[in-house]
């Protein structure tokens, strides 16, 4: 009868157990569906006030490039991690005001950024939660040269959760 009730017990444990994996790749998933679609409602050009460069500038984004990975670990406190990366290439150019920058042409071809983002995550307490990020921004001024690093960046979970724009909808549904 002993043996019966170990092998109920096991049957039952391991239905729980691919419960909550099935529960957490849906949540990861829904995560990485909101992400996405936050990125395709952006306009593909922008003319916006950057204060930090006390000038107009007009973007022109590519479409961008999202990859994910999710790990099943050991840990019974976060039994799985995860990754977002998402690569995004932009051109810019400045002007004094924004009806000339407006009229400014942009393309790929000079003043090019490209940037890949990581937020990574773990599934702790039913629900998935941002620990930590990092940003590589690297530019290419002109077509025929190559990207070169222009900055190495290591969020912490606060500098994560204060992300603005699309890349703070992929962290939203982790805030608590």
């Not at 990485?32 to 006390?54: D, I, M, Q, W």
């Not at 990754?83 to 790929?108: F, H, K, P, W, Y």
């Amino acid at each position: 009868m002993k043996s019966r009730e170990v092998v109920v017990a096991a049957i039952v444990l391991a239905a729980i157990c691919a419960n909550v994996q099935a529960e957490a790749l849906a949540d990861f998933d829904a995560l990485v569906t909101h992400c996405k679609e936050a990125f395709n409602e952006r306009p593909l050009s922008e003319v916006a006030y950057a204060e930090a460069a006390g000038s107009w500038v007009k973007r022109f984004y590519a479409p961008v490039s999202l990859a994910f990975h999710v790990q099943k670990t050991a840990s019974r406190v976060s039994p799985f991690v995860a990754q977002i990366e998402v690569t995004e290439v932009a051109s810019a150019r400045r002007g004094e005001d924004e009806n000339a920058v407006r009229a400014l042409s942009v393309s790929m071809d000079e003043n090019v950024i490209r940037s890949v983002r990581r937020i990574n995550f773990a599934y702790q307490d039913d629900a998935w939660v941002a620990l930590s990020g990092s940003a590589v921004i690297e530019v290419r001024r002109d077509a025929e040269d190559r990207f070169s690093l222009a900055e190495s960046i290591k969020l912490s979970r606060d500098a994560v959760m204060e992300l603005k724009g699309p890349m703070a909808t992929c962290v939203v549904a982790s805030r608590r």
